[in-house]
């Protein structure tokens, strides 16, 4: 379309002449006339008409010196050099593996306190007998060795909410981790955050919400908005240590941190960066949250009474996933910059694919082909055979629908193309 448009005249789109001679023609208003100057001047300040000039028409493009092509992609290839984690099951990465691998629960079922309400305890007590879902996966909080400790994320920074304390917490253990926390501005300038976010802080909106309707506007922070923005995550990061590489933000659901790492392993790839700090963050065991997750009945509800057996994704009596929170961010890097450096590589990221359903707004397809083709395009990119993937991490929501709509049950196969994976 862009092709014919730009063809379809032999003078380029800037030029303005006037009609043949033999050609009536009613007299332009004054003010119509002014509109292509002041085109015009806006092409000149946007350096614009030297673009136009080659694309407007075939014979001015042939006449117009050649534009040189864009900067190739890179191509380097990236690896994992640093882990941070905040996680119910505590904090720090090593805390968290340890209790994962000792077979270690972290849900509980839901307290008053976890709700985050204003007001009387009475009030929150009777918030909390309504809500259907009442059992949570949350961070264990306070002063231990593996606990978290807000305040000492905060310091007092009125901008940072739950989920940037979070992000603040896991990138710094990652940074140290990887050995990297560069003071050359050169260095910084080649690393970048790319940290996304689900729903960021639904507790401040409720709160801000009440003092509206109590009246209260003159009180509400000025710090409010910076607090829910998903993109603070990343900002804050940023500002922390310096880095002035590219700052990213992504808000894709349960995708998000998986999106995260990819369009941050991509930025490398493309010389962006040559380190970028990647993960997602989320802090959302609140009233509001709770309440509208269990109206979607994506919440389990028959576990209430035992916690620890409520998160079953892949059992046939499973009624919904369990709210949870925290952070996991990765330090990227090319392997070349690694090397020269000396760090230590925990994996190197192959491949990354995307794709959307294009169904319906929670229910996946019932042949699966939304999952199929992001598994097989980072297949494609990553230049691995199906037979050579050890490991399949599902998405697995625990809800019923995704059961009765799962396109590969357990011990099944996947065959598309050249995707043929064992399901176990």
Same mark, same amino acid.
């Given at each position: ?78 690896? *994992? ?7 119910? $099951? ?126 209260? $506007? ?32 992504? *808000? ?76 996991? *961010?990765? *330090? $990227? ?92």
């Amino acid at each position: 379309m862009r092709k014919q448009a730009l063809s379809a005249t032999a003078r380029p789109l800037y030029r303005l002449s006037p009609p043949p001679a033999s050609v009536s023609h009613t007299a332009t208003p004054p003010r119509q006339r002014a509109a292509p100057r002041r085109m015009m001047r806006f092409l000149r300040r946007a350096r614009l008409l030297p673009l136009l000039r080659g694309l407007s028409s075939t014979s001015a493009a042939e006449a117009a010196p050649s534009l040189p092509p864009p900067r190739p992609s890179a191509g380097r290839r990236v690896v *994992v050099t640093g882990l941070g984690a905040v996680t119910p $099951l505590g904090r720090g990465v090593g805390r968290t593996w340890d209790r994962l691998v000792s077979g270690g629960c972290a849900v509980r079922a839901l307290a008053a306190e976890d709700l985050r309400l204003p007001g009387d305890a009475a009030a929150t007590g009777r918030t909390l007998e309504q809500l259907p879902s009442r059992v949570v996966a949350a961070v264990p909080r306070g002063k231990g060795e593996a606990e978290f400790d807000e305040e000492e994320w905060a310091k007092g920074n009125k901008s940072v909410s739950g989920f940037i304390a979070y992000a603040l917490c896991a990138a710094d253990e990652a940074l140290r981790d990887a050995n990297w926390l560069p003071m050359e501005d050169e260095k910084k300038e080649r690393t970048g955050v790319s940290i996304g976010g689900g729903i960021g802080s639904i507790s401040d909106i409720l709160d801000a919400s009440q003092m509206i309707i109590e009246n209260r $506007l003159r009180r509400l922070s000025p710090y409010f908005i910076p607090k829910i923005l998903i993109n603070m995550a990343s900002g804050h990061v940023s500002m922390r240590y310096g880095f002035q590489g590219p700052n990213h933000a992504a *808000v894709t659901a349960c995708a998000t941190g998986a999106h995260s790492i990819g369009d941050a392993t991509r930025m490398i790839q493309f010389g962006d960066a040559d380190v970028m700090v990647a993960g997602g963050t989320e802090s959302s065991i609140d009233a509001l949250s709770i309440a509208g997750f269990s109206r979607l009945r994506a919440l389990t509800t028959k576990y209430n009474s035992l916690p620890e057996a409520a998160s079953r994704p892949f059992d046939c009596g499973r009624d919904g996933f369990v709210i949870g929170e925290g952070c996991g *961010v990765m *330090v $990227l890097e090319a392997l070349d910059h690694a090397k020269e450096r000396g760090a230590k590589i925990y994996a190197e990221i192959r491949g990354y694919g995307m794709s959307g359903d294009a169904h319906h707004i929670t229910q996946p397809q019932n042949d699966g082909r939304g999952a199929i083709l992001a598994m097989k395009r980072a297949l494609d990119q990553s230049g691995l055979h199906a037979n050579e993937i050890d490991y399949l991490n599902a998405h697995a929501t625990s809800t019923p629908l995704a059961y009765l709509s799962d396109p590969v049950p357990s011990g099944t196969m996947i065959k598309t193309g050249t995707l043929d994976l064992n399901y176990n």
